[in-house]
T-cell receptor, first 116, second 112 residues
Framework: DAGVTQSPTHLIKTRGQHVTLRCSPISGHKSVSWYQQVLGQGPQFIFQYYEKEERGRGNFPDRFSARQFPNYSSELNVNALLLGDSALYLC???????????????FGPGTRLTVL | GESVGLHLPTLSVQEGDNSIINCAYSNSASDYFIWYKQESGKGPQFIIDIRSNMDKRQGQRVTVLLNKTVKHLSLQIAATQPGDSAVYFCAERNQAGTALIFGKGTTLSVSS
């Protein structure tokens, strides 16, 4: 079975541009979460979606937005890119989300975003 | 606030030794914890999880111990192999049940 897939693998943008990252969850999983991982640190939570609705949002500016589609895939959008947005963006999928009592999140390989 | 940290940033062991990676968490109400392994250039890979109603859980060559009294979590890897070399993260579910809170990670280096 395919795991979580993300595209693109790598991306280079310049300051001020916007970017769209895509994620397809494991088949049967209805929840998708997005995390940002800066080099040398653990992943930081950005969003969680379940059944196309936002369930949680981390401490990120409004430049970050996301959505989930009827097929449970998801997009993360970042506007007005800053140098500090350079990071590995990870998508994780789970059956129903963490609120159900500890639903395991499985991560994709990530998208490496470099902002110049 | 909620935070998860690891005691040591790096751990070096010999092949065949047992490894113990430690993690301290701050939220006494946390009820779900996960250990992930992350190899260079890859996403975190699920290793094992544990709920707060358990003290110990075993998987294949791995054991997670949870001490709620001192808010401490550990991952034990038996007969460590070179392929176990990676960064290991512990994570706890946040109070809202919407996110995992990660620590900074421990880099495990296994020499043969």
């Amino acid at each position: 079975d395919a795991g979580v897939t993300q595209s693109p693998t790598h991306l280079i943008k310049t300051r001020g541009q916007h970017v769209t990252l895509r994620c397809s969850p494991i088949s049967g999983h209805k929840s998708v979460s997005w995390y940002q991982q800066v080099l040398g640190q653990g992943p930081q939570f950005i969003f969680q979606y379940y059944e196309k609705e936002e369930r949680g949002r981390g401490n990120f500016p409004d430049r970050f937005s996301a959505r989930q589609f009827p097929n449970y895939s998801s997009e993360l959008n970042v506007n007005a890119l800053l140098l500090g947005d350079s990071a590995l963006y990870l998508c994780a999928s789970s059956l129903e989300g963490l609120a159900g009592g500890g639903d395991t999140q499985y991560f994709g390989p990530g998208t490496r975003l470099t902002v110049l | 606030g909620e935070s998860v940290g690891l005691h040591l940033p790096t751990l070096s062991v010999q092949e065949g030794d047992n490894s113990i990676i430690n993690c301290a968490y701050s939220n006494s109400a946390s009820d779900y914890f996960i250990w992930y392994k992350q190899e260079s250039g890859k996403g975190p890979q699920f290793i094992i999880d544990i709920r707060s109603n358990m003290d110990k859980r075993q998987g294949q060559r791995v054991t997670v111990l949870l001490n709620k009294t001192v808010k401490h979590l550990s991952l034990q890897i038996a007969a460590t192999q070179p392929g176990d070399s990676a960064v290991y993260f512990c994570a706890e579910r946040n109070q809202a049940g919407t996110a995992l809170i990660f620590g900074k990670g421990t880099t495990l280096s296994v020499s043969s």
